[in-house]
């Protein structure tokens, strides 16, 4: 892909044809454009001699200068003292710089930044011109000494995406984890969702949770409640750092808001937007706006954003919930004459439709005053609201069928045809509403005590709550078919047949109501953290250059409470018999590229059955089973820091050390050996040195060495540490134990890069080696409940993983501009894992789950005055999802590539149109179950194409 992309990109160039025109001085003309706006422009003589431009006849400054400056490697900024022009690969001002002058030569500041974090966002000032924004983030970090990315602007408005997980692809080295067809989560350094940390200008927010399917991703941060737009500066720490708080081994991803006093003029921006799903005709409608203002004085700023949006989405499916080999799978799902590891289904087959409708509104408020020259306090508010409504139509078959004949796939050693004469099937439907909040309120302030100390203090508060909750109980109904014939013939990767033989529109092709039951969820996470922060500016004949040191209080609550109810068997043979009141017909017939064959419609239970035959399912006291899937965690640390920055003419030295003091507790209920539920109450406490050292060495303006070592901590998943006691209901019968004993994964890392930077070409390959103990593993025992023996699976500490990889990254600014286009930008980067493994004190070895060998991001995006192309394309290898070691075959995510397109036209300064194209390919994501001799279809899912059409206007 990136060949082919690369031949068009130069192709393209070939063909391009500038026209000739009369050549003037380009100094003469930006003279003579200062006294026609009455505009100071500032410039070094020396950066422009020479150069002759065509005469403008553009009739704004703005589009004159980019017309003029874009094609020669310059660009602009608006500063309180005028438009500073400079040259973009070398040296790119800060936000509202000042500008002293040596001899009448205007001489430009470079970007400071300090080894906890960089400046606060800029404003617009790169909202809106890529190449600047590229050059501005390459340079902050060109400064940085560890390992680091930014993104900032334009590298995350102008590609395209639906929320902000999807635009962080512009980071090199970070992937993304899909959730019906929307980005979720986010991977990075080899590791997956939970290694990785998410702050909010440096301080942890609180997850929302996965209520629906009772998956808890606990500190997995989910994307979904961010809006693409919402935040205009963000960095990436690849390494950790000792300024921020500790909980990542992978990579912290700091979000920064922006600074209202940055802002040059006031704005206010308006985005309406349409969208469509492919096949429907219905345009879900989305509202933003964007607003900033500042005091005649320029001390105090406020912005305002918020974003309304409504998504329909449509998922169909195939799944099968477990495989296993043969001679392990349970009695009625064993198959005779067949050999013992030959892979079998030992859980139900369906196709599914999941209908979602959704509704996202997020609202970010940010209050900054300079109360003095020596204070500044800012303040901020986020919130987010997420509406869920699923329906979910699903028609299913239990392979256990006596009577049933079944056929080989020999290449994959599996069952892939099935004859059922007397089928087992249903047909059920789940209905729930979901609701999703976050809100997070932030306090801080910079002060310096006195204009001769270059000491600043920067104490700060952060609360962070997230509420994830059913609004209305999840309910499930099952119907049982009548006896009929079926045919299922799978592939590896599609399903050619899925019929019966009866008429499945038909009401008398269903026997009876099998199941009807409710299901409730509430998940709170609160998160709250205070302290403060100390920035010491030196420079001394030792080589100090900065020392920072800090102290962070910060609690963290988990409080999971779920309920179950259903009808009794005896309930339920008193139902009136079916009829024409009980089923309906689906909506949308089944349309999926991975099957190979027409599907037949079916009926599905109506909607609210419940009500419609007042059956009376209301929720009492919580049962035993719901006490066992309900706990509460908490984690309580007390974390110091210190830092320091050296420089020794070519080399800069950072070191820290950080302490982290913390106690958890869970509280949750346990089944003893008598049977009997028992409440249990644990608490433990860890203390952990956190030192990093990282090296810079800079022998050329061109060339960058850096090598580093860090020391890092994971803490345990929340729901990893409930002592639950699970019985698996389906497939082949295991428990699942949860162990509030585990403790912090430590990762040791260690990391080698060389950066190669030119006028319009940079590039990275960077080395990282992670070595982990007390990693989370799964291990299996026996144990005996209510006189049945069971495989048990409980996670310890007693792994050690080893992950080695290297990333590749470059960013290419194509040197030839046409009559066309005047920005062209290329940027790929990949990732290879050469090592994931894990070793146990048993003497077991496997891979490290949720991690692909290869990862790679292309994005191109080409532009003129008038209009902007781009496209988007992200890359997975297939990985472990999850390492099944009872008698189940592991879950496997095939490689996949997500390609996403955008076109923008700009009418004016002020209004633009632009139409963006989600998952243009269309790629079904599948999911296989594989053992060492096998291997079979376990998931397919197609999410559909996506189109968004946006007006942007600026008033």
Same mark, same amino acid.
């Given at each position: 892909?990136?060949r082919i992309?690369?031949?068009?990109?130069v192709?393209?160039?070939?063909?391009?044809?500038?026209t000739q025109a009369a050549?003037a001085?380009l100094?003469?003309?930006?003279?003579?454009l200062s006294?026609?706006?009455?505009?100071?422009?500032?410039?070094?003589?020396s950066l422009?001699?020479?150069l002759?431009v065509e005469?403008?006849?553009?009739?704004?400054?703005?589009?004159?200068l980019?017309l003029?400056?874009?094609?020669?490697?310059l660009s602009?900024?608006?500063?309180?003292?005028?438009i500073?022009i400079?040259?973009t690969?070398?040296?790119?001002?800060?936000p509202a710089?000042?500008i002293?002058?040596?001899?009448?030569?205007?001489? @430009?500041?470079?970007v400071?930044?300090t080894?906890?974090?960089?400046?606060?966002?800029?404003g617009?000032?790169?909202?809106?011109?890529?190449?600047q924004?590229?050059?501005?983030a390459q340079?902050?970090k060109?400064?940085?000494?560890?390992?680091s990315?930014?993104?900032i602007?334009?590298?995350l408005?102008q590609?395209?995406?639906?929320?902000?997980?999807?635009?962080?692809?512009?980071v090199?080295?970070?992937?993304?984890?899909?959730d019906r067809?929307e980005?979720?989560?986010?991977?990075a350094?080899?590791l997956?969702?939970?290694?990785q940390?998410?702050?909010?200008n440096?301080?942890?927010?609180?997850?929302?949770?996965?209520?629906r399917?009772?998956?808890?991703?606990?500190?997995q941060h989910?994307?979904?409640?961010f809006?693409?737009?919402?935040?205009?500066n963000?960095?990436v720490?690849?390494t950790?750092?000792s300024?921020?708080?500790?909980?990542?081994?992978?990579?912290?991803?700091?979000l @920064?808001s922006?600074d209202p006093?940055a802002?040059q003029?006031?704005?206010?921006?308006?985005?309406?937007t349409g969208?469509?799903l492919?096949?429907?005709?219905?345009f879900?409608?989305?509202?933003g706006?964007?607003a900033n203002?500042?005091?005649?004085?320029?001390?105090l700023?406020?912005?305002?954003?918020?974003?309304y949006?409504?998504r329909?989405?449509?998922?169909?499916?195939?799944e099968?919930?477990?495989?296993g080999?043969?001679s392990?799978a349970?009695k009625?799902?064993?198959?005779?004459?067949?050999?013992?590891?030959?892979?079998?289904?030992?859980?139900?087959l369906?196709?599914?439709?999941?209908?979602?409708?959704?509704?996202?509104?997020?609202?970010?408020?940010d209050l900054?005053w300079?109360?003095t020259e !020596?204070?500044?306090i800012?303040s901020?508010w986020?919130?987010?609201?997420t509406?869920?409504?699923?329906d979910?139509?699903r028609?299913s078959?239990?392979p256990?069928s006596?009577?049933?004949?079944?056929?080989i796939?020999?290449e994959?050693?599996?069952?892939?045809q099935?004859?059922f004469?007397?089928?087992n099937a249903?047909?059920?439907?789940?209905?729930?509403?979901?609701?999703?909040?976050?809100?997070t309120?932030?306090?801080d302030a910079?002060?310096q005590?006195s204009?001769?100390?270059p000491?600043t203090?920067?104490?700060?508060y952060?609360?962070s709550k997230?509420n994830?909750?059913?609004?209305?109980?999840?309910?499930r109904v099952h119907?049982?078919?009548?006896?009929?014939?079926?045919?299922?013939? @799978?592939?590896h990767?599609?399903?050619d047949?899925f019929?019966?033989?009866?008429?499945?529109?038909?009401?008398s092709?269903?026997s009876h109501i099998? =199941?009807?039951?409710?299901?409730?969820?509430n998940?709170?996470?609160k998160?709250?953290?205070?302290g403060i922060?100390s920035h010491?500016s030196?420079?001394?004949?030792?080589g100090?250059?900065a020392?920072?040191?800090?102290?962070?209080?910060?609690?963290?609550?988990?409080?999971?409470?779920?309920?179950d109810?259903s009808?009794?068997?005896l309930?339920?043979?008193?139902?009136?018999d079916?009829?024409g009141r009980?089923?309906?017909?689906?909506?949308?017939?089944?349309?999926?590229?991975f099957?190979?064959?027409?599907?037949q419609p079916w009926?599905?239970p109506?909607?609210d059955?419940?009500q419609l035959?007042d059956?009376?399912l209301?929720?009492?006291e919580?049962?035993?089973?719901d006490?066992?899937n309900s706990?509460k965690?908490?984690f309580v640390?007390?974390?110091g820091y210190?830092?320091?920055?050296?420089?020794?003419e070519q080399v800069?030295l950072?070191?820290?050390?950080?302490?982290?003091?913390?106690?958890?507790?869970?509280?949750?209920?346990?089944?003893?050996?008598?049977?009997e539920?028992?409440p249990?109450?644990?608490?433990?406490?860890?203390n952990?040195?956190?030192?990093?050292v990282?090296?810079?060495?800079q022998?050329?303006?061109?060339?960058?060495w850096?090598?580093?070592f860090n !020391?890092?901590?994971n803490?345990?998943n929340?729901s990893?540490?409930?002592?639950k006691?699970h019985?698996?209901?389906?497939?082949?019968?295991?428990?699942?134990?949860?162990n509030?004993?585990l403790?912090?994964v430590?990762a040791?890392t260690s990391?080698l890069?060389?950066?190669?930077q030119?006028?319009?070409?940079?590039?990275q390959?960077?080395?990282?080696?992670?070595?982990?103990n007390?990693f989370?593993?799964? =291990?299996?025992a026996?144990?005996n409940y209510?006189?049945l023996?069971?495989?048990?699976?409980?996670r310890?500490?007693?792994?050690k993983?080893?992950?080695?990889?290297?990333?590749?990254?470059?960013?290419w600014q194509?040197?030839?501009?046409?009559r066309?286009?005047l920005?062209?930008?290329?940027s790929?980067?990949?990732?290879h894992i050469?090592?994931?493994d894990v070793?146990?004190s048993a003497?077991?070895h496997f891979?490290?789950?949720?991690?692909?060998?290869?990862?790679?991001?292309?994005?191109f @995006?080409?532009?003129d005055k008038?209009? =902007?192309?781009?496209?988007?394309?992200n890359?997975?290898?297939?990985?472990l999802?999850?390492?099944?070691?009872?008698?189940?075959?592991?879950?496997?995510v095939?490689?996949?590539?997500?390609t996403?397109?955008?076109?923008?036209w700009?009418?004016?300064?002020?209004?633009s149109?632009r139409?963006?194209l989600f998952n243009?390919?269309?790629?079904?994501?599948?999911?296989t179950?594989?053992?060492d001799d096998a291997s079979?279809?376990?998931?397919?899912e197609e999410?559909?194409?996506r189109?968004?059409?946006?007006?942007?206007?600026?008033?």
């Amino acid at each position: 892909m990136l060949r082919i992309s690369s031949f068009l990109c130069v192709a393209l160039f070939i063909f391009s044809i500038p026209t000739q025109a009369a050549q003037a001085s380009l100094i003469q003309q930006l003279t003579d454009l200062s006294k026609r706006f009455s505009t100071a422009i500032i410039y070094n003589t020396s950066l422009l001699a020479g150069l002759t431009v065509e005469p403008s006849t553009q009739t704004t400054l703005e589009q004159t200068l980019d017309l003029w400056l874009t094609p020669r490697q310059l660009s602009w900024q608006k500063t309180a003292s005028g438009i500073v022009i400079f040259q973009t690969a070398t040296s790119v001002p800060a936000p509202a710089i000042s500008i002293p002058e040596t001899n009448n030569t205007p001489v @430009l500041e470079e970007v400071i930044v300090t080894e906890s974090l960089p400046t606060p966002s800029n404003g617009d000032a790169y909202n809106h011109n890529y190449q600047q924004a590229i050059n501005y983030a390459q340079q902050i970090k060109s400064n940085y000494v560890g390992q680091s990315e930014i993104a900032i602007g334009a590298m995350l408005n102008q590609l395209p995406a639906e929320n902000l997980a999807e635009a962080l692809q512009a980071v090199p080295g970070i992937s993304i984890t899909r959730d019906r067809g929307e980005a979720l989560n986010i991977n990075a350094m080899g590791l997956g969702a939970e290694y990785q940390l998410t702050l909010f200008n440096g301080h942890r927010l609180a997850n929302t949770e996965n209520v629906r399917n009772s998956n808890q991703y606990g500190q997995q941060h989910r994307f979904d409640i961010f809006s693409a737009g919402l935040f205009s500066n963000i960095a990436v720490y690849k390494t950790t750092n000792s300024s921020l708080p500790s909980g990542a081994v992978g990579a912290t991803v700091n979000l @920064l808001s922006d600074d209202p006093l940055a802002y040059q003029d006031n704005n206010l921006q308006v985005m309406l937007t349409g969208a469509a799903l492919e096949g429907e005709r219905n345009f879900q409608p989305s509202f933003g706006l964007t607003a900033n203002a500042k005091s005649a004085d320029g001390d105090l700023g406020v912005i305002f954003k918020m974003n309304y949006e409504n998504r329909l989405q449509r998922q169909f499916q195939f799944e099968s919930w477990h495989w296993g080999e043969n001679s392990g799978a349970p009695k009625p799902y064993q198959w005779p004459d067949i050999n013992e590891n030959t892979l079998v289904p030992t859980d139900g087959l369906a196709l599914t439709i999941e209908n979602e409708d959704r509704t996202r509104a997020t609202y970010y408020g940010d209050l900054s005053w300079q109360a003095t020259e !020596r204070l500044k306090i800012n303040s901020l508010w986020f919130r987010s609201d997420t509406d869920f409504s699923f329906d979910e139509h699903r028609i299913s078959i239990n392979p256990q069928s006596q009577s049933a004949q079944a056929h080989i796939n020999t290449e994959n050693n599996s069952l892939n045809q099935f004859m059922f004469n007397a089928v087992n099937a249903k047909t059920s439907r789940e209905e729930s509403n979901l609701y999703y909040a976050n809100q997070t309120i932030q306090v801080d302030a910079n002060w310096q005590p006195s204009v001769h100390l270059p000491l600043t203090l920067s104490p700060f508060y952060s609360s962070s709550k997230a509420n994830s909750k059913t609004k209305e109980p999840i309910t499930r109904v099952h119907v049982a078919t009548s006896p009929m014939q079926a045919d299922v013939a @799978l592939q590896h990767t599609s399903v050619d047949n899925f019929n019966f033989t009866g008429n499945l529109g038909l009401v008398s092709s269903y026997s009876h109501i099998s =199941q009807m039951s409710k299901r409730t969820i509430n998940v709170l996470n609160k998160v709250q953290e205070w302290g403060i922060d100390s920035h010491f500016s030196a420079e001394n004949s030792w080589g100090l250059q900065a020392l920072d040191i800090g102290f962070l209080h910060s609690t963290q609550h988990y409080d999971y409470t779920r309920k179950d109810i259903s009808l009794s068997p005896l309930a339920l043979e008193q139902l009136p018999d079916l009829d024409g009141r009980w089923l309906e017909p689906i909506t949308n017939k089944f349309s999926a590229e991975f099957m190979n064959a027409d599907l037949q419609p079916w009926l599905i239970p109506k909607s609210d059955l419940f009500q419609l035959y007042d059956i009376d399912l209301s929720f009492a006291e919580m049962s035993d089973s719901d006490r066992l899937n309900s706990y509460k965690v908490s984690f309580v640390s007390k974390e110091g820091y210190i830092s320091s920055k050296w420089q020794f003419e070519q080399v800069t030295l950072s070191t820290g050390l950080r302490y982290s003091n913390t106690l958890s507790e869970t509280k949750g209920s346990q089944l003893a050996t008598t049977g009997e539920l028992a409440p249990i109450n644990s608490s433990n406490k860890d203390n952990t040195w956190l030192p990093s050292v990282n090296l810079k060495w800079q022998p050329s303006q061109f060339w960058q060495w850096r090598a580093g070592f860090n !020391r890092a901590l994971n803490r345990p998943n929340y729901s990893d540490l409930n002592p639950k006691l699970h019985i698996n209901s389906g497939g082949l019968p295991y428990a699942e134990l949860g162990n509030p004993n585990l403790q912090p994964v430590i990762a040791n890392t260690s990391t080698l890069s060389v950066n190669w930077q030119q006028q319009s070409v940079s590039a990275q390959l960077l080395g990282f080696n992670h070595h982990m103990n007390n990693f989370i593993v799964e =291990q299996t025992a026996s144990l005996n409940y209510q006189g049945l023996q069971y495989n048990s699976l409980q996670r310890t500490n007693d792994g050690k993983a080893k992950i080695k990889g290297l990333q590749a990254s470059s960013q290419w600014q194509l040197p030839i501009y046409s009559r066309w286009f005047l920005q062209s930008q290329l940027s790929a980067s990949i990732t290879h894992i050469n090592k994931a493994d894990v070793s146990t004190s048993a003497g077991n070895h496997f891979k490290v789950e949720g991690v692909s060998d290869w990862t790679g991001n292309l994005r191109f @995006l080409v532009s003129d005055k008038k209009w =902007q192309a781009a496209f988007n394309i992200n890359y997975r290898s297939d990985f472990l999802e999850q390492r099944d070691i009872s008698n189940n075959a592991s879950s496997y995510v095939e490689d996949y590539t997500s390609t996403d397109l955008s076109f923008s036209w700009f009418y004016s300064a002020n209004a633009s149109l632009r139409l963006d194209l989600f998952n243009a390919t269309n790629e079904t994501l599948t999911r296989t179950a594989k053992t060492d001799d096998a291997s079979s279809l376990l998931k397919a899912e197609e999410f559909g194409r996506r189109v968004v059409v946006s007006l942007s206007l600026k008033i």
